[in-house]
């Protein structure tokens, strides 16, 4: 629980004190051009400031985390078809509307998950796609894929480009023995078994967890202290598929 208090705590902090969360994944690997065509980064249009990211399921529907919602939707901005912050020439729609999970807790991060609706219909090309939400659940020991802008350490250091990394699956048994006082249910724990060093950290909340046949798996809710040796928690999409569909536009 501590550690989850302390990941969103100093995404608050950092938003606060005008540091920006936009760097990257600790130990990923930075990703090419249209490699990512779903990934989502939502700002606060005024500052061009990156503070979690999202993923395109439809024309005007992204999924991000509930927790995500640190500033109203007339602030916020959805940035499509872009690996870099400061690509100018990147589309940016409005958001229109922020749907939070009925079922959010914002204190043990269960059901953390929201539907982003946009004002207005991305147009798809070779750099914005959708990603095909799976609707089977994530076996144990399955290779999944996660990326962001967020931090490479734990003191976090900046970065304009988007990194990606490989984790596997790890049973809930495995899990709760690595994180012991994490609550664990209705989550996906991905741990980095390659010794590649990697991990989710503050700012790739929100983005995506995708498996072997690239379909949206799970959405980053937290991790332990940005630690490549402990398990990183995703929201199971799976379990919110009904709610997803009837939300989605």
């Not at 078809?81 to 229109?96: N, P, Q, S």
Request: glycine share 6%; with cysteine.
């Amino acid at each position: 629980m501590k550690a989850v208090i302390i990941l969103c705590l100093c995404a608050v902090l950092a938003l606060a004190n005008g540091v920006p969360a936009n760097t990257r994944i600790v130990g990923g690997w930075e990703a090419l051009p249209r490699q990512l065509p779903y990934i989502v980064s939502l700002r606060i249009e005024s500052e061009n400031f990156h503070f979690c990211g999202a993923t395109i399921i439809s024309k005007r529907t992204l999924l991000t985390a509930a927790h995500c919602r640190y500033v109203r939707e007339p602030l916020m901005v959805a940035v499509v078809g872009t690996t870099t912050i400061d690509d100018k020439f990147a589309t940016r729609v409005h958001v229109e509307e922020f749907i939070i999970h009925p079922d959010y807790n914002p204190y043990e991060f269960t059901n953390d998950i929201a539907v982003v609706i946009l004002a207005e219909d991305i147009e798809f090309n070779e750099k914005v796609q959708p990603i095909k939400v799976s609707t089977s659940p994530v076996p144990d020991n399955e290779k999944v894929t996660s990326a962001g802008w967020g931090y490479t350490t734990y003191n976090g250091e900046i970065s304009n480009d988007l990194h990606w990394m490989s984790q596997t699956v790890v049973n809930a048994e495995e899990c709760a023995e690595a994180s012991p006082g994490e609550t664990i249910t209705g989550k996906i724990c991905a741990l980095d078994t390659d010794g590649n060093g990697q991990s989710v950290c503050f700012g790739d909340t929100g983005g995506p967890l995708v498996d072997s046949n690239d379909e949206l798996v799970g959405v980053v809710t937290m991790n332990v202290h940005c630690n490549p040796n402990k398990p990183d928690f995703f929201t199971n999409i799976y379990l919110a598929k009904s709610w997803i569909e009837a939300n989605t536009r």
